[in-house]
């Protein structure tokens, strides 16, 4: 890796922002046109080979259970053809090498930061980094259609996780991790989407575009069967229009998803009035840059400072909210997505608390997106606001003494704790990691207990309200039953 500095790419200008929805990943796309071939013309039957080889593909990218096993893999076994195993042989050798500006340094802090954060790092993803994915209508509409947020949040929640985990342990980028099997799983994911909805190629399906071609994907009639391949035939079925909307998981909306891990949450914990150092901010952003570029990503449309995401997230959003999509998805997302935190905190009182600070952290023009404007109950309210404003002052005078206390944090972590046990550490409902990557998961999430920044005294406040009744983590039993079940694939 490298370790000097690198030159920030220059902005883009509007049109070749603009041309960026016509642009998705080659290497990605390649490889799964390969795989899957041409599709047939008119209704595809449910016996049609492509649903079996995307079948093959999933099974086959389980098999990468940490960066390590990528190294020297091949695709082989029941329903792998030729075609498929050179697509697959060459996008893993391909797709695996990190950039040459990655600076390792740099990885390590931005790791190292995740982690000293803890639980925080997760309340800060769910309630503001999702919420800031589903504001571009078009971005939307695609989780709209498959119904992973409305039907299934939680699924939806825990695949977000079974990515970010991986990237950001200790050495989840390098060779004893498992970030980068993880991403390369999320990116040929992405590809398959693409195809599905456009019925082949990206590429070829601009090419015909620019040739005159209409642009346009009618909707079909395809009646789909349970399980996984339902959502793949709906995404099949939907229909899309490439002249109006541009590709769909195309390089401006994977850039917009990449700025919600990293940049939102940096300005997230500056809100909260712990923010980082800038060297340490920069640090942060650069670890998912290098992200990004395994994820396909242009280095063009990454940023290196929080003044470069601010300034191109408004731009991407601007664009996004110039052009509505009808009917909107976004309000049924949003409450699929409060819905769900609301259900993983036990008191009463506190269930508004997801809603309340999403608004804190997103804005009020991100929460009208999302149709979390409606009032909550003013004990709820008061509470939270109350706590919230007063934890930040007690912080302003606290740090004159002590640099780095912050009730602000302990509180926080407080909420995100009960939402990873009930929603990220369920026993029922693991997250869906190879066993020893899950069981490595689960003992980072049960460090979390404490507060490394903070004073005895209140880390055993936080260790009585995180370990209250029935929402301890209960890691020992969770450990043991994922180390005597099959490996998990995230898929």
Not at 25 to 43: K, M, N, S, V
Not at 95 to 123: N, T, Y
Not at 140 to 153: C, D, F, I, M, R
């Amino acid at each position: 890796m490298n370790h000097g500095k690198t030159l920030s790419p220059s902005p883009l200008s509007d049109s070749e922002l603009a041309g960026m929805q016509r642009h998705a990943d080659p290497l990605a796309d390649q490889t799964i046109a390969d795989i899957l071939g041409d599709w047939p013309e008119g209704d595809v039957a449910m016996d049609a080979p492509q649903w079996s080889r995307i079948d093959t593909v999933n099974r086959l990218f389980g098999q990468w259970a940490d960066n390590a096993s990528l190294v020297g893999w091949t695709a082989q076994g029941e329903g792998v053809d030729a075609a498929m195993s050179k697509a697959l042989d060459h996008y893993v050798q391909t797709a695996q090498v990190l950039p040459p500006w990655a600076d390792a340094r740099k990885i390590e802090r931005a790791e190292k930061l995740f982690m000293e954060h803890g639980a925080l790092s997760c309340i800060l993803l769910f309630c503001a980094s999702l919420p800031e994915c589903y504001v571009i209508p078009d971005l939307s509409s695609v989780l709209h259609t498959s119904g992973q947020l409305e039907q299934n949040a939680e699924y939806r929640i825990r695949s977000t996780a079974a990515m970010i985990f991986p990237v950001m342990m200790h050495g989840g980028l390098s060779q004893r991790g498992a970030g980068v099997a993880q991403v390369l799983k999320v990116r040929l994911i992405h590809a398959t989407i693409r195809n599905l909805i456009l019925h082949g190629s990206p590429q070829n399906a601009v090419r015909d575009l620019l040739a005159g071609g209409a642009g346009r994907i009618a909707p079909q009639a395809l009646q789909t069967q349970g399980g996984r391949q339902a959502m793949f035939q709906t995404l099949y079925a939907r229909g899309w229009n490439l002249q109006g909307d541009g590709l769909p998981c195309n390089q401006e909306e994977l850039a917009y998803t990449l700025l919600t891990f990293g940049y939102v949450f940096l300005r997230s914990l500056r809100r909260l009035g712990i923010g980082l150092r800038a060297a340490d901010e920069e640090a942060y952003l650069h670890a998912w840059n290098v992200v990004g570029h395994i994820l396909g990503i242009d280095r063009a449309l990454m940023v290196d400072t929080m003044d470069q995401g601010k300034a191109l997230m408004a731009r991407m959003q601007a664009r996004g909210r110039a052009e509505p999509v009808t009917p909107d998805p976004r309000p049924a997302l949003g409450q699929a997505l409060m819905q769900t935190m609301e259900n993983a905190l036990p008191w009463p009182i506190v269930k508004p608390f997801p809603r309340l600070m999403t608004r804190y952290l997103c804005g009020r023009d991100t929460a009208s997106d999302l149709g979390l404007t409606q009032p909550v109950p003013w004990p709820s309210a008061l509470l939270f606001w109350g706590v919230l404003l007063l934890a930040r002052a007690v912080d302003v005078a606290a740090r004159m003494v002590l640099p780095r206390f912050s009730i602000v944090r302990a509180l926080t972590r407080i909420l995100g704790y009960h939402f990873m046990s009930k929603v990220l550490m369920s026993q029922t409902r693991p997250l869906q990691l190879p066993t020893e990557l899950l069981n490595q998961v689960d003992e980072v999430m049960h460090s979390w207990s404490d507060d490394p920044h903070a004073p005895r005294w209140l880390n055993r406040i936080e260790d009585r309200l995180t370990t209250h009744g029935s929402w301890s983590l209960g890691l020992a039993g969770k450990a043991k039953a994922a180390s005597a079940g099959p490996a998990r694939q995230a898929t």
